[in-house]
């Protein structure tokens, strides 16, 4: 089994667990409540001899990530914890030096962890943190976004941006345990939680179309945060990108990039309407649609395709539309994009709902229309 999904007797209104399984180890992704000591001892139990937590967190989680340390030094580990401001510009290298620079400080060893508390910005972040200190010390991954709990606390991509080139520095550096605790959504703004949405959608149109169906009859139950419904997705997508990650953990042979659908597009959008002003889903949205055009104007799917991904992205409250879109601008930073192959863009575009593929040696004048398709 590529990626398991437990069926323990705490599976249901209580929680979940999954586990991500990978060449030579596994990691545990517990969607459950962090009111209980289950969380503490399953930190120890992941990390074998804690003694030392660095708790790295979104200044926006700020008592959440209290609660938390609390729950770590009741199990005797010490407890050294920072902020980080919220917002991608925080995925920068000075933030990352000023990480660095207070784990040192700290006294941190090759046996202290890192745990990350917030969203993808943060995770990303510490992630690479703890992938470079000391050349890797262990990490931990507390989301508390529903774009981490869905996608970016799973799969071990960590990393920064530069100036015109998202994600552009970085390691592969998988966590020892993700614990998401749907309760921490509460106090997540609607435009953060429905950003979210968008990567749960890009399961959908890359690997599941029953999945992509569920979703087109409950999408007002997930825009209204129904608890099943939201816990239903959260599962869905962590096992779909277990699944992928187990059979392509670096991205060496291709598999791995079908999560990338939509993201050259994206990538451009929110590098070029600069760090944060597009939420990364919302540009991702976005960006699917761009492909989603591009892939009908190559001849390799139906118009309906569009039509039903668009219908489903407006219904969960995700824009379709970059406006402001400078097709000039973007190309440039595409052209940075991780997928490039011998200097040409490569694109993971759909032939079906359920099925992407990757695609080389598109036209320039291709990927412009399909950038004004969407303007
Ligand atoms: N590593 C991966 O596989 C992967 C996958 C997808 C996305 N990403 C990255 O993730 C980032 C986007 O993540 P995100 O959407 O979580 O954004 P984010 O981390 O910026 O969080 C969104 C906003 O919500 C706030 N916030 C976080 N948790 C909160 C809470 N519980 N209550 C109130 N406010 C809260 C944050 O301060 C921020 O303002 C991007 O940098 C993207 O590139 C990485
Ligand atoms: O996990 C992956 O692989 C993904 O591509 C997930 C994406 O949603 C995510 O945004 C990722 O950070 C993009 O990675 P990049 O290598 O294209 O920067
Ligand atoms: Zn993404």
């Known amino acids: 089994m590529p990626a398991s999904g437990d069926s323990s007797p705490g599976d249901g209104a209580d929680g979940c667990q999954m ?219 962590c096992l779909c990108k277990a699944r992928v990650v187990k059979e392509d953990e670096r991205e060496t042979s291709g598999r791995r990039a079908i999560l990338n659908y939509g993201h050259t597009f994206a990538h451009a959008i929110e590098a070029t309407a600069g760090y944060g002003q597009w939420l990364h889903g919302e540009a991702v949205s976005i960006g699917m649609q761009m492909a989603a055009s591009l892939a009908i104007q190559l001849g390799q799917c139906d118009a309906d395709l569009l039509e039903r991904q668009t219908t489903l992205l407006t219904r969960c409250g995700l824009p379709v539309r970059f406006p402001d879109a400078d097709v000039d601008a973007m190309l440039p930073v595409m052209g940075r994009d991780k997928k490039v192959a011998h200097g040409k863009l490569r694109f993971i575009l759909p032939s079906r709902i359920g099925a992407v593929e990757l695609v080389g040696d598109v036209d320039e004048s291709e990927v412009r229309r399909a950038v004004e398709a969407h303007r």
């Open 19 to 237: 586990t991500v399984e990978l060449g030579d180890r596994s990691y545990p992704i517990h969607v459950a409540t962090l009111a209980t000591g289950r969380f503490a001892a399953a930190l120890v139990e992941a990390t074998g001899d804690l003694s030392h937590a660095l708790v790295i967190y979104d200044q926006a989680v700020e008592s959440w990530a209290q609660e938390l340390c609390e729950k770590i030094s009741a199990s005797a580990v010490r407890v050294d914890r920072r902020a980080v401001p919220s917002g991608e510009p925080s995925k920068s290298i000075q933030q990352y030096a000023e990480l660095l620079d207070w784990i040192l400080q700290s006294g941190a060893d090759r046996r202290s962890v890192v745990v990350a508390v917030g969203g993808g910005v943060v995770g990303d972040l510490a992630g690479f943190v703890a992938a470079s200190y000391a050349r890797g010390i262990r990490f931990v991954q507390v989301p508390t976004t529903l774009l981490a709990m869905v996608d970016s606390s799973v799969g071990g991509k960590t990393g920064i941006n530069l100036a015109g080139a998202k994600n552009m520095v970085g390691a592969f550096w998988q966590p020892d345990l993700v614990w998401a605790d749907t309760a921490s959504l509460d106090s997540l703004p609607e435009r953060s939680y429905l950003s979210g949405l968008a990567e749960v959608v890009k399961y959908g149109v890359i690997e599941d179309a029953a999945f992509f169906s569920w979703l087109e009859s409950n999408a007002s139950a997930l825009v209204n945060r129904d608890p099943a419904a939201l816990r239903h997705a959260i599962r869905q997508s």
